[in-house]
């Protein structure tokens, strides 16, 4: 497979890619300096939270890194393709039409794989079966939904950006949940993903703020 520091990298790079592709076939507007910097400054954070989490350390399969590059590649054209032809008001459509491709084709990549065959229904914990139910509606139904009403009302670099999150939300709910020790590089690289995000979130608001209260 492929190091889950090295996948955490590329999924951070999601608003970075985003952007490239907006200038290059969308919207062919230059990317905003501030977001530029703020994608840099947070893909870095994660690079130092992967290195200090050991997440780098493993044999990479030419066939899975591409798996997570196409992937990758995928969820940002489709990022872009819904907030060019979506519109608000089919929001939960598109997200159920998503949602049921998506299950069809992990059932049909079970059944060639298999996967069916190792199941066994008695050993499953009731543990797990919570985590898959929680995983359903809110990591999937929520989430999903979340994601794509905020494409069709934000700007999609901007909703990206909880791909820089991601690794930093993970960091303080294994200090919470599991009790697991941070260094103070882990502090810095929290602290420069937020940065990041902030510098893309809040682009402009200077601007706006000045044109709001004039002295």
């Not at 941070?182 to 601007?207: D, K, W």
Request: with cysteine; net charge positive; hydrophobic share 60%.
């Amino acid at each position: 497979g492929v190091p889950s520091g090295v996948t955490a990298l590329f999924i951070a790079s999601l608003p970075m890619l985003i952007l490239l592709l907006d200038w290059a076939f969308f919207s062919r507007k230059m990317p905003a300096r501030l977001a530029t910097i703020g994608v840099l400054i947070g893909l870095a954070g994660v690079a130092v939270l992967a290195t200090h989490a050991g997440g780098l350390s493993g044999r990479i399969r030419p066939v899975h890194m591409l798996a997570v590059l196409t992937a990758e590649l995928a969820w940002a054209v489709a990022t872009l393709l819904q907030r060019r032809f979506v519109s608000a008001s089919r929001v939960l459509n598109f997200t159920c039409l998503q949602l049921l491709a998506g299950g069809v084709f992990q059932l049909a990549a079970a059944l060639v794989g298999r996967d069916w065959v190792a199941l066994a229904a008695h050993g499953v914990a009731g543990s797990s079966l919570l985590a898959v139910g929680y995983l359903t509606i809110m990591g999937t139904l929520v989430a999903n939904n979340c994601y794509s009403y905020l494409i069709a009302h934000v700007s999609a670099h901007k909703v990206a950006t909880y791909a820089l999150g991601n690794p930093v939300i993970a960091l303080a709910l294994g200090v919470a949940v599991l009790g697991e020790k941070v260094s103070p590089a882990m502090f810095i690289a929290s602290a420069l993903v937020l940065l990041g995000v902030a510098l893309i979130l809040f682009q402009g608001m200077r601007r706006r703020f000045a044109v709001a209260f004039p002295r």
